[in-house]
C-alpha cells in the first residue's frame, strides 16, 4: 500500500491529543453489524443447536434463496469481520491511552472486565453473545501486543485458517475414527433449546442459558472458532500498525492487490468444493461414515469463510473512495458509531420477535420473512443512531461502558460545533 510495507514495522507515532474518527472504519463496523444481524435472523435468532427438520422445514425457492444467501455470505464471514474490528480498535484505544500517558495496559483490562460483565448479562438472554468470548482473547492480545509485524502476521494467518483445529481433527480421526475431539450430543440439546425457545418463560430461557454454557465453550474449542477470532484480532491490530485505514487513498494499491487474490481465492475454492461435491455424490460416498470426507470440507468452508471476510474488508475500503459509494455507504457510519448498542439491541429484538415470551414468531414466520425483517430491523437501527447522535457523543450502552472505563461520568450532550469523539 503505498510506501508501507505488509510487514514493515512502522515507528511510533508521537502522541497527540485527540484521534479523529475513521470514517471507513465506522461503516465496516456497520456492515458488519447487518451481516450478524441477517445470520441471526434467517434462523429465528436461535443461539444454539435446534432439531435438524427446523433446518429443513421450509425448503421452497425464495426460502432456499434466503438460507443459500446465509451460508454462501453471512454465516461466520461477519462474525470475523466484527473481531478484525475489535482488534484494530484495541490498537488504537492502546495508542490513545499512551498518548495520555496512561497505563494502557491496567486501563484497557479494566474496560475489558466491564465488557465482560456487559457480556454476562447479554448471555443470560441470548446464549450467542460474543463479548464473553472477546473479552479472555482480549486479555490474550494484551500479551500478544508487542509481537512483531512479521510474527503476528504468521501467527493471524495460521489461526485464520484454522490450522490447529485442523490438525488436531487428523489426529482425532486416525486415534478415534472421527474428526470431532469433544462429544457433543446435538440431538438432545437442540431439543432443549427448541423447547426453551418455543416454550419458556423468561426465567427458563434465563436458566437455559446459564446451562448452556459449557455447549458454548465445547462449540468454541471443537470447531476453533475462537482461534480464529484471535486470528482476526491480529489481522486488525497489524491493520492499525501500518496504518491501513489511516489514509484510505494511499492504501487503495494494496486494498486493490487483497482484493484481487481475495477474490482468485475464493473463486478457486468454490470451484475445488463444487468438484468435491460431484465426487462425493458420483461415489455415493457416505459422508456420515466418512471422517477425511467432512474434514475436506470443513477445511475448504473454512478457507472459503476467511476469504470473503477479507474480501469484504477490501471490497468496503475501495468503494469507499467513490463517490457514489460513499454516499451510499455511509449511513452504515451511524450504526456504526454505536456498535455495542446497536449489537445488544439486535439480540434484543430477536428474542422479543421469536422467542415464546415476545410475539412468539418462532417457525411461523419462514426464512425468507426473516430476511425482509432483517432490514426492516436494521433500517430502524440506522435511523435511530443516526437521529441520537445529532444530539450525543456517544450510544446509549458507549456511553456507561467508557464512564466505567474511567470512573467518571463522561460528556454524554452534544455541544454545537462539537468534535466527533475519539475513535472507539
Not at 470514517?23 to 434462523?43: E, K, N, S, W
Not at 455470505?73 to 466484527?82: E, Q, R
Not at 504468521?154 to 485458517?161: E, K, P, Q, T
Not at 449489537?343 to 412468539?360: A, C, K
Request: aromatic letters at 16%.
Amino acid at each position: 500500500m503505498g510506501n508501507v510495507s505488509f510487514l514493515k514495522n512502522v515507528p511510533p507515532i508521537p502522541p497527540a491529543q485527540t484521534q479523529p474518527r475513521i470514517l471507513t472504519i465506522d461503516v465496516l463496523r456497520g456492515f458488519a453489524l447487518f451481516g450478524i444481524l441477517y445470520a441471526h435472523m434467517i434462523f429465528w435468532y436461535s443461539g444454539g443447536p435446534l432439531p435438524e427438520y427446523v433446518y429443513t422445514a421450509y425448503m421452497d425457492i425464495p426460502n432456499g434463496i434466503a438460507t443459500a444467501f446465509n451460508f454462501l455470505f453471512f454465516n461466520a464471514k461477519f462474525f470475523s469481520l466484527f473481531s478484525f474490528l475489535f482488534g484494530l480498535s484495541f490498537y488504537i484505544q492502546i495508542k490513545g491511552l499512551t498518548a495520555k500517558h496512561e497505563n494502557a495496559v491496567v486501563r484497557f483490562a479494566w474496560r475489558l472486565f466491564i465488557l465482560g460483565v456487559i457480556g454476562v448479562i447479554h448471555h443470560l438472554f441470548w446464549r450467542a453473545d460474543i463479548l464473553t468470548i472477546y473479552v479472555p482473547l482480549g486479555f490474550l492480545l494484551l500479551f500478544a501486543r508487542n509481537l512483531s509485524n512479521k510474527t503476528t502476521a504468521i501467527l493471524a494467518a495460521i489461526l485464520i485458517l484454522n490450522l490447529p483445529t485442523k490438525v488436531i481433527e487428523a489426529i482425532s480421526i486416525i486415534v478415534q475414527g472421527k474428526p470431532e475431539f469433544i462429544a457433543d450430543n446435538f440431538v438432545e440439546n437442540g431439543a432443549k433449546y427448541y423447547a426453551a425457545i418455543t416454550q419458556g418463560t423468561f426465567a427458563d430461557v434465563v436458566a437455559h442459558n446459564i446451562y448452556a454454557i459449557q455447549e458454548k465453550i465445547d462449540y468454541q474449542l471443537s470447531s476453533g472458532r475462537f482461534l480464529i477470532t484471535f486470528g482476526f484480532f491480529l489481522l486488525g491490530m497489524l491493520a492499525g500498525r501500518l496504518k491501513w485505514f489511516e489514509d484510505i487513498e494511499a492504501s487503495q494499491p494494496f486494498f486493490k492487490k487483497v482484493w484481487k487474490k481475495s477474490g482468485l481465492t475464493i473463486i478457486a475454492v468454490a470451484l475445488a468444493s463444487i468438484a468435491f461435491g460431484i465426487a462425493v455424490n458420483v461415489l455415493a460416498v457416505d459422508v456420515k461414515n466418512a471422517p477425511w470426507v467432512r474434514w475436506i470440507g470443513g477445511s475448504l468452508v473454512d478457507v472459503f469463510n476467511a476469504s470473503v471476510t477479507i474480501f469484504y474488508i477490501a471490497c468496503i475500503s475501495l468503494l469507499m473512495l467513490k463517490p457514489k459509494w460513499h454516499a451510499r455507504l455511509a449511513p452504515l457510519s451511524h450504526i456504526g458509531k454505536m456498535a455495542l448498542t446497536s449489537y445488544l439491541t439486535q439480540s434484543l429484538f430477536g428474542v422479543i420477535l421469536f422467542f415464546h415470551f415476545g410475539l412468539g414468531l418462532f417457525f411461523i414466520t419462514s426464512p425468507s420473512m426473516n430476511a425482509l425483517l432483517c432490514f426492516i430491523v436494521f433500517g430502524v437501527q440506522i435511523a435511530f443512531c443516526k437521529l441520537w447522535l445529532q444530539h450525543f457523543n456517544y450510544g446509549p450502552v458507549e456511553w456507561l461502558w467508557r464512564s466505567a472505563t474511567y470512573l467518571k461520568w463522561q460528556p454524554l450532550q452534544k455541544k454545537q460545533n462539537q468534535e466527533l469523539p475519539q475513535q472507539a
